[in-house]
C-alpha cells in the first residue's frame, strides 16, 4: 500500500515523548517519558471550542509562516513558549511553562501535523487538556483570509476539571483570544476575534480518573517545594 501525498506532513506515531534540544531555561521533567494524550484518553467533559479572526491582505501560507516562525512572540503575557529546535513541524516538541506564584506548571506538546496552511499538536500526560489543537488559515467564502484555533479537548484529571469549570476554561478563551489579536496585529488588523464553544459530550470518564498521579502543577509545585 503507497503513502498518502501528505505522509511528509505527518508526524510518526510514539508510544512516548523524547525531548530533543531545548531553548534555556525550558523544564521537561513534566514531558520527558510522558505518553501522548488526546481527548479520548482525558477525564472531564469533551468540549469543542473555535476562535476566529480575519486579517484582511495577506495569503494563508503567509499568515502561517509568520505564525509558526514567531508563536511565542504572540503568547499569552504569563505564559512561555519555548519553540522547537527544528521550529514547528511534525515530531517537534515545544516545552511551555506558565501561570503565576504556585500555580505555575510546566508541561509540553508534539507537533502531529503540519502543512503550509496548518498545524495540530497533540497534548502528554499531566498537561491540563488532553487535547488536539489545531492552528489553521482559510479563505471565506467572500475571500476575506481568516485564521482559525480550533480545540477538541477534555480536562486530564479531577483537579484539572474543577479548575476548568471555575477559572482556567475562562482563561483559555483569553488566551487564544490574545494570540488570535496579537497575530492579526502584527499584520496591521484590529478585527475582533470571534469564539464559540460547545458541549460535545457532558459524560466524564471516570476510568480515567488514574490521571492525577501525572497531573503537572501537582508535579511542578512539589518541584518548587523541594528547590525551595
Do not use: C
Not at 500500500?1 to 531545548?22: C, Q
Not at 519553540?83 to 508541561?107: D, L, M, N, R
Not at 508534539?110 to 500526560?125: F, H, K, L
Amino acid at each position: 500500500m503507497s503513502e498518502p501525498r501528505d505522509a511528509e506532513n505527518w508526524a510518526k506515531p510514539i508510544d512516548e515523548f523524547k525531548v530533543g534540544e531545548v531553548a534555556e531555561g525550558a523544564v521537561t521533567g513534566n514531558v520527558e517519558g510522558r505518553k501522548p494524550t488526546g481527548p479520548l484518553q482525558g477525564f472531564g467533559q469533551l468540549w469543542q471550542k473555535t476562535y476566529e479572526v480575519s486579517i484582511p491582505g495577506p495569503t494563508p501560507e503567509k499568515v502561517i509562516a509568520t505564525w509558526k516562525e514567531h508563536f511565542g512572540d504572540f503568547w499569552y503575557p504569563s505564559n512561555k513558549f519555548y519553540a522547537p529546535a527544528g521550529g514547528i513541524a511534525p515530531g517537534e516538541i515545544a516545552i511551555i511553562g506558565g501561570g503565576v506564584g504556585p500555580a505555575k506548571i510546566s508541561t509540553g506538546v508534539r507537533v502531529i501535523y503540519a502543512d503550509e496552511r496548518s498545524w495540530s499538536y497533540m497534548t502528554p500526560e499531566g498537561h491540563p487538556w488532553a487535547a488536539i489543537i489545531t492552528f489553521s488559515a482559510y479563505e471565506d467564502d467572500d475571500g476575506m483570509m481568516v485564521t482559525r484555533i480550533h480545540l477538541l479537548v477534555r480536562a486530564n484529571d479531577p483537579l484539572y476539571e474543577a479548575s476548568f469549570r471555575i477559572y482556567t476554561s475562562r482563561l483559555e478563551d483569553k488566551i487564544w483570544k490574545h494570540t488570535l489579536t496579537e497575530l492579526s496585529g502584527h499584520f496591521g488588523s484590529n478585527e475582533p476575534v470571534s469564539m464559540t464553544a460547545s458541549l460535545v459530550d457532558k459524560r466524564r470518564q471516570w476510568s480515567q480518573f488514574g490521571n492525577l498521579w501525572k497531573n503537572s502543577a501537582v508535579r511542578t509545585l512539589l518541584r518548587q517545594e523541594r528547590r525551595g
